[in-house]
C-alpha cells in the first residue's frame, strides 16, 4: 500500500462509498427512468435569468453572494417563514453532510428508517459516527414509532424513497418528541405530495426541513438544495457551511425556478397524470404498485416475472429504471415518472418482456 493511501483515515479505507444511479453520457439515447429526474427541463425563466448575469463580465469574475440571501429570500416567501429560517446548499445531498458536521461528535450516533435514501448511512460513515437502521413498520400494519432517546439525528425521508408514501404531521411531531437530537424530514419529493411539514419548522425546536430543486423544479444539473429550521440552528449550520458554498449561477437559476410558480404547477399535474397512467398501465399487466405521492413509483411484478430480470431486459431496450439489490425491496422495480411516451414505452416494453 502507498503511503499515501496508508495515510487514509481507516474508515475511509475500508468503506464501499456512495453509488448514484447511472447517469448515461450526454447525448445518449436512453429513456432515463432511473433518477427521478423531472420529465420537463426547467422554468424557460432559469435560461433567461442565468444568461443576463452572464452579459455582466462580472459575474464569473466576482465570488458569489456568501450567505445566497437572495435565494434564502425567495424560498422563504414560498415557505411561509424568514430568511433566518433557510439555509441553501449545493444540493440538498450538500446540506445532509452540513447537518452531520454541525450534530455528531465521532461515535455518536444517527438513525434512519430502511428503506429510505441510502445517502444517510455513507455519509455518518465519513463522519466516523454510528448509524442505526430501522423498520418503517410495527408488524401489525402500522407505523413503527422508534424510541430515538439516544439518537443525535434522525433522517426521515417524506415521502419515502422508494415506497413513496408521505408520513403526517402527527406522526413526525410524535418523532420529534421522542427523538434526543434532531429530526430531518427529508422532503425532496414533497412538491407532488399532498402535505409537508413546512408548517411544523415554527412549532417544534429540534426539526429541519429539507428540500430540492433537482426534482419538481427540473434542476438537478444546477444542484440547488434548501434547509427550513429556526433561527438558531440555521446560524449554527451556517458556521459549517463552506462561505461560498452555492456558485453564482446556481444562485440567480434558483430564484428564477422558484418564482415561476406556475411552471411548478404545471409540472406537478403533469407528473400526477402519469403517475396515474402508469400506475394503471402497471396495474393492468399484474403488478402491485404502491401508491405514491411522488415522482415515481415501486411496482413488484407478478410472479413468475423477476423484478431484477425485467431491470436487464429494460435497460438491454435502453429503458433505465431502478432494481435495488436489497432484501426488503429487490422484489420491485422502481420507476421514475416521465412524459407520456416514454410512460407508453415502458409499459410496451414490459409487457413484451412479460408476454416472451
Ligand atoms: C430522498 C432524497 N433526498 C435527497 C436527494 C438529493 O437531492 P439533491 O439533488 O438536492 O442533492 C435525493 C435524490 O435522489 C433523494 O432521493
Known amino acids: 500500500m502507498s503511503r499515501g493511501v496508508e495515510a487514509v483515515r481507516p474508515g475511509i479505507r475500508a468503506m464501499a462509498g456512495y453509488v448514484p444511479g447511472k447517469q448515461p453520457a450526454p447525448g445518449t439515447r436512453v429513456i432515463k427512468l432511473n433518477t427521478n429526474e423531472s420529465p420537463l427541463p426547467p422554468s424557460p425563466r432559469v435560461a433567461e435569468a442565468i444568461g443576463e448575469r452572464l452579459a455582466d463580465p462580472d459575474a464569473l469574475r466576482r465570488y458569489p453572494v456568501p450567505d445566497s440571501s437572495g435565494l434564502r429570500r425567495a424560498a422563504a416567501e414560498i415557505f411561509g417563514c424568514r430568511p433566518e429560517n433557510v439555509i441553501a446548499g449545493n444540493g440538498s445531498d450538500e446540506l445532509l453532510r452540513i447537518i452531520l458536521d454541525t450534530f455528531v461528535d465521532d461515535g455518536e450516533e444517527i438513525a434512519y428508517f430502511h428503506p429510505s435514501y441510502s445517502l444517510y448511512p455513507v455519509l455518518a460513515e465519513i463522519r466516523g459516527a454510528k448509524s ?5 413498520f410495527d408488524g401489525q400494519g402500522g407505523l413503527y414509532l422508534p424510541d430515538l432517546a439516544g439518537v443525535k439525528l434522525f433522517f426521515l425521508t417524506s415521502p419515502n424513497a422508494p415506497l413513496g408514501f408521505s408520513f403526517d404531521n402527527g406522526y413526525i411531531r410524535k418523532l420529534a418528541a421522542a427523538c434526543g437530537g434532531v429530526v430531518v424530514v427529508d422532503e425532496a419529493y414533497a412538491d407532488f405530495a399532498l402535505g409537508n411539514a413546512l408548517e411544523l419548522v415554527g412549532e417544534l425546536d429540534n426539526l429541519i426541513v429539507l428540500r430540492t430543486l433537482s426534482k ?10 434548501l434547509g427550513a429550521a429556526p433561527a438558531e440552528i440555521i446560524a449554527e449550520l451556517d458556521k459549517v457551511r463552506d462561505s461560498y458554498n452555492l456558485d453564482h449561477l446556481a444562485q440567480v437559476g434558483a430564484v428564477a425556478a422558484l418564482e415561476d410558480r406556475d411552471y411548478l404547477r404545471k409540472t406537478v ?3 400526477r397524470t402519469e403517475r396515474e397512467f402508469l400506475t394503471a398501465g402497471l396495474e393492468g399487466l399484474g403488478f402491485k404498485v404502491e401508491p405514491s405521492q411522488t415522482n415515481f413509483v415501486f411496482a413488484t411484478p407478478p410472479a413468475p416475472a423477476r423484478a431484477q430480470e425485467l431491470y436487464e431486459k429494460l435497460a438491454a431496450r435502453g429503458i433505465l429504471v431502478r432494481w435495488f439489490a436489497d432484501p426488503i425491496l429487490e422484489q420491485g422495480l422502481r420507476i421514475t415518472i416521465g ?16 408476454d416472451q
Not at 442505526?132 to 418503517?136: D, I, S, V
Not at 419538481?216 to 438544495?225: K, N, P
Open 269 to 271: 399535474a403533469l407528473v
Open 339 to 354: 412524459n407520456r411516451p416514454e410512460m407508453e414505452a415502458v409499459l410496451a416494453a414490459v409487457k413484451e418482456i412479460m
Open 132 to 136: 442505526r437502521a430501522l423498520p418503517l
Open 216 to 225: 419538481s423544479y427540473g434542476l438537478d444539473g444546477l444542484r440547488v438544495g
